[in-house]
């Protein structure tokens, strides 16, 4: 999508392995958002930021760590890998919480073997 | 391409045929809804939104109702074609004023 983009878009590791998937704007909004999606469970929010160094938990942040150095990156970090963490991840970015709507990323689909 | 859900519940519909994809949502006090559109491969897109103090909003081709008495909301799509093939959601800006969203419908339009 024009704005954001994610990286890698595929990428597969082994279990206990740390894995950091990267978000990019070009669109200087303040807040960026990393959800997962998986079957029968929908969008679930990891975690999210609201500023440089500015982040908070979503629903499940368990196993999972985010920074944020500068405005136009996000990053989210999987210190030891698991099998539970294969999903399609995906990072969103917005001008305010909600009332503009949210743009989405492509995705990054990560396997652990 | 990225596999959105395996057990999504799905509509399927006739090209050219008008579509309505349905969302119950879940926080009274919620103000703002969207819906998303997101085809194989590809992140959420948005189509559109309705503030809660309208019950209806039309695009193009597209309509969002809103009963906010039983917290429904639906996606009336008109003249289905076959690139309108995709899962749909709903979005309401809940808890914290953050977006929640519901597991999606996946629609398919059969030629």
């Known amino acids: 999508d024009a704005g954001i983009t994610q990286s890698p878009r595929h990428k597969v590791t082994e279990t206990g392995t740390p894995v950091t998937l990267r978000c990019h704007q070009t669109?200087?909004?303040?807040?960026m958002y990393w959800y997962r999606q998986d079957p029968g469970h929908g969008l679930r929010l990891i975690h999210y930021s609201y500023g440089v160094k500015d982040t908070d938990k979503g629903e499940v942040s368990d196993g999972y760590s985010v920074s944020r150095s500068k405005t136009e990156d996000f990053l989210l970090t999987l210190e030891s890998a698991t099998s539970s963490q294969t999903s399609v991840y995906f990072c969103?970015?917005?001008?305010?919480?909600?009332?503009?709507?949210?743009?989405f990323g492509s995705g990054t689909r990560l396997t652990v073997v | 391409g990225e596999s959105v859900g395996l057990h999504l519940p799905t509509l399927s519909v006739q090209e050219g045929d008008n579509s309505i994809i349905n969302c119950a949502y879940s926080n009274s006090a919620s103000d703002y809804f969207i819906w998303y559109k997101q085809e194989s491969g590809k992140g959420p897109q948005f189509i559109i939104d309705?503030?809660?103090?309208?019950d209806k909003r039309q695009g193009q081709r597209v309509t969002v109702l809103l009963n906010k008495t039983v917290k429904h909301l639906s996606l009336q799509i008109a003249a289905t074609q076959p690139g309108d093939s995709a899962v749909y959601f709903c979005?309401?800006?809940?808890?914290?004023?953050?977006?929640?969203f519901g597991g999606g419908t996946r629609l398919m339009v059969k030629p």
């Open positions: 969103a970015i917005s001008t305010d919480r909600a009332m503009d709507g949210y743009t």
């Open positions: 669109e200087n909004h303040r807040y």
């Open positions: 309705i503030r809660s103090n309208m």
């Open positions: 979005a309401e800006n809940g808890a914290g004023n953050m977006l929640t």
